[in-house]
Every structure is written in C-alpha cells, then in structure tokens.
C-alpha cells in the first residue's frame, strides 16, 4: 500500500511548549523505528518499537522525550518542554521485522523559536 | 561503538563523470551496509545493500562493494547524470551495535551539473 506518512509536515512552536509528532507505518510493518536529522549531528537513531513495545530507546537525548505506539501501528513522537536544540527534522521508518530494510517516511521538520 | 565514516562533500561532478564516495566503517561483528538518498524535497531512500563480505549491492548504475578487509563500502557509478544530484548516506546494521537501529555517515552532497 502507501508509504509511511508522517504529520504534521512541518511545526513550528515556542520554547517551553509541548509537541507531538505522528506516524503512519506501512500496514503490516511491525517494526517501527524514530530518527533525527539536525545540522550539527546528522542522521541519529531515536526508539525503536517491535510491534507496541520499545526494546530499544536508547537514542532518546533525554526524558523530555517519549513515544509510544498502539495497535502495533500508529506513533507518536512527544517532545515536552521544546528548546532550540530540539529543532531537527524527526523521521520515522518502518519494516516488516526488526532487521529488514527500513522504509522512511518524509519526515517533520520542527522548528522550535 | 559502531561507527560510519564518509568523505566530506559537496562533491560536484560534470555530466557523464564517474562517481566515487568514500565509506568507511568500524564494527565489531558482521554489519549489514547500506546506500540511502536524499532527494531535494524528498525524504530518504534506500539506494542498494549488502549483507555479508564480497557482496555487491547495485541499483539505478551504482554499486559499492562490501569489503570487509579494508572495512570499507565505497559508492561508485560510472556515468552521472544531473538527476542524481542528493546527498547521499552510508548506514550500517548490526554487529555489536544493536541489529535493528541504522547508524549513518554524515551524509556528502553530490552536485551534477550539466
């Protein structure tokens, strides 16, 4: 079917407030991963959920930052308390198991004033 | 940890130009490698893999070879076209560095111009 969707496309916001970004696997794609694409750092693994649990979150930067998963489908990234640091382009990807070929959706660029 | 290691770019070709980005890599274990593109306004897709040494991924004219003994991936195309203008990443999976998470080079931009 359709790729992996991600929204909003673009979000801006201020410093201190609270953000949520959303993705939309391809159906059947049990594995589902989060990445973060900055300037300074480049392409950096975030969580990685196997169906609704997170056998990986070691990318999270700190505790300001949390997913989950439900329905072994759709995410949500949540940033709270958002500073400048935090703006990056957040992506998600997914793939049929762990260790598959991982299919990237195109992303929500974050822009935290 | 593992680790990926690209040329810096931007690496700006005429039309027809054969095309080599150097990628590196430090793993402990068997990685998997891989090729992703970027297309301006695009997001992120994979370009060819490989899973085990002496592999050859290849797709739309590149290829890279997986060469375990100089621990490198390079991507190479014999004749580049003004549409392969992206920022091309080297990603590696697996070894001692977590199997499923995709660990990316930095990233080097090719320009082509006509």
């Known amino acids: 079917g359709a790729g992996v969707s991600q929204s909003p496309s673009n979000k801006v916001t201020e410093k201190g407030k609270d953000v949520e970004l959303r993705c939309d696997p391809i159906s059947g794609h049990t594995a589902l991963y989060w990445y973060r694409q900055s300037l300074g750092q480049g392409l950096e693994f975030l969580i990685y959920?196997?169906?609704?649990?997170?056998?990986?979150k070691s990318g999270l930067p700190s505790d300001r930052f949390s997913a989950e998963r439900t329905g072994g489908s759709v995410s949500t990234l949540t940033i709270q308390r958002t500073q400048q640091e935090d703006s990056a382009v957040y992506l998600c990807?997914?793939?049929?198991?762990?260790?598959?070929?991982?299919?990237f959706g195109p992303g929500t660029r974050l822009l935290v004033l | 940890g593992n680790s990926v290691t690209q040329m810096e770019g931007p690496v700006t070709l005429s039309e027809e130009a054969f095309l080599t980005i150097n990628c590196t890599y430090t793993?402990?274990?068997?990685?998997?490698l891989f090729w992703y593109v970027q297309y301006p306004g695009e997001g992120l897709q994979l370009l060819l893999k490989?899973?085990?040494?002496?592999d050859k991924g290849s797709n739309k004219g590149f290829e890279a070879t997986y060469r375990k003994e100089t621990t490198s991936f390079h991507l190479e195309k014999g004749s580049v076209q003004v549409s392969d203008s992206a920022v091309y990443f080297c990603?590696?999976?697996?070894?001692?560095?977590?199997?499923?998470?995709?660990?990316f080079g930095a990233g080097t931009r090719l320009a082509v111009h006509p």
């Open positions: 990807a997914s793939s049929r198991t762990g260790g598959e070929t991982q299919y």
């Open positions: 959920f196997q169906g609704n649990s997170a056998p990986d």
């Open positions: 990603a590696l999976r697996g070894g001692t560095g977590g199997y499923n998470k995709l660990i």
């Open positions: 490989a899973t085990k040494a002496d």
């Open positions: 793993a402990t274990g068997y990685p998997s």
